[in-house]
């Protein structure tokens, strides 16, 4: 190898672990995900499914939208573009726990100490993974996101701050850096065929992502101050609408997925004044800018668009003016890449206790995601066992959403 191909090289990593017939097509098709992920576990009752007449249904007032949904009177921002976002109200699943939620939220799996499942994320890096792409295939920004399991470190999410900044990202690179990273690099795949097996390739992949982020042009996306003052202040002077916007520039480049965090979520206490001062606001805010500004690009067909939690919480208002963990009967919000908008999909009763029409869960959030993005749901991974898994593990499509 010379120092041209080693350059040239960085972004070509291998996959571990995993076969796809359809990998080589779906590489090809420029589609893109954002998840925004909402860490704690928000009251979807008091968000997207409202139940004024119930006598634990909160002060909050529903409002008409563009679709055919009415939202809480706190997202008038979303109000104006829910023509493009479907609601799915019946989501019923079974982790209240935290990290148990969060880990079946992303991945569509129960915890299980014999396998480390990949997430969502790292799946739909993995199957839309772009050869021309110089930065990672998947950024969490924020935190909250979960690695990539069996499907090896190069889908692993790289992590930004949430106010848009990557320590050392203006690191300068200079000839002598780039002879040593030559230099690494003979010895890393000397080391590599010598038979040491998928974590010394994970290493060699790590250390070329690394290199990349110091050299690509492709970083200025994460650069989100550059961008004009008014639209800054569009999606909010927050940790969370600049990593809105970070997302629209990312998707721009070329990044298949996408997660933006916005946490605190938890409220076991003083729940309805946390949500219209600051939770509700910040996320019409970002959430609203998002959707628009994709739209007027012409990227939100390219881009479906997941908004959720690990649960929900509880139809019950507690002794301290809160609400708990709940994961029987909640919402999710879709969209973008096809997906009918402007619809609720399911229902749940009148007080919110129970959904009452068809469930959905994880899965079929995924499957209907990889429906709209163009990948099989007949892919199929193999786990470091040799187990055979397959993408969205075996989810069902939500119908409502194509038809």
Avoid at 138 to 150: K, L
Avoid at 180 to 188: G, H, M, Q, S, T
């Amino acid at each position: 190898m010379n120092r041209r191909s080693f350059l040239s090289g960085f972004s070509a990593l291998p996959l571990i672990g995993a076969m796809s017939s359809h990998a080589d097509e779906m590489k090809k098709n420029n589609k893109s995900a954002i998840l925004l992920w909402m860490g704690g576990g928000p009251s979807t009752m008091d968000i997207w499914d409202l139940k004024p007449k119930a006598p634990t249904g909160g002060p909050f007032r529903p409002i008409s939208t563009t679709g055919d949904v009415q939202i809480c009177e706190h997202m008038p921002e979303m109000a104006k573009h829910m023509h493009n976002m479907a609601i799915v109200r019946s989501m019923s699943t079974r982790e209240a726990d935290h990290m148990r939620g969060r880990y079946y939220m992303h991945t569509g799996y129960v915890p299980n100490p014999s396998i480390e499942h990949p997430s969502y994320g790292a799946v739909l890096a993995n199957q839309l993974d772009r050869d021309d792409l110089e930065i990672p295939q998947f950024v969490s920004v924020g935190g909250g996101s979960m690695g990539a399991g069996f499907l090896g470190a190069q889908y692993n999410p790289f992590s930004v701050n949430s106010d848009g900044r990557i320590r050392n990202l203006d690191m300068k690179v200079d000839e002598r850096l780039i002879q040593r990273a030559y230099a690494l690099d003979l010895i890393e795949s000397n080391f590599i065929n010598q038979k040491r097996g998928s974590l010394a390739k994970d290493h060699q992949s790590v250390l070329k992502q690394a290199f990349n982020l110091l050299t690509s042009e492709q970083m200025e996306a994460f650069k989100v101050a550059g961008e004009p003052e008014a639209v800054k202040e569009r999606y909010g002077d927050n940790g969370f609408g600049k990593g809105c916007l970070m997302a629209r520039r990312l998707v721009e480049v070329g990044v298949p997925f996408i997660e933006v965090n916005l946490g605190g979520w938890d409220n076991h206490q003083n729940i309805f004044p946390t949500l219209k001062d600051n939770k509700l606001p910040m996320l019409d805010k970002g959430m609203s800018a998002l959707v628009e500004d994709l739209e007027q690009r012409g990227l939100l067909e390219d881009t479906a668009i997941i908004w959720m939690g690990e649960f929900s919480r509880t139809p019950r208002i507690n002794g301290n003016a809160g609400r708990d963990h709940w994961a029987r009967s909640w919402s999710v919000v879709v969209g973008g890449a096809g997906m009918n908008g402007g619809i609720a999909v399911g229902a749940t009763n009148d007080d919110g206790t129970k959904v009452i029409t068809d469930p959905y869960t994880s899965q079929d959030v995924m499957a209907s995601v990889c429906k709209a993005l163009g990948i099989p749901l007949s892919t199929t991974f193999t786990s470091n066992s040799g187990r055979p898994m397959k993408i969205a593990n075996s989810g069902k499509v939500i119908k409502e959403l194509f038809v």
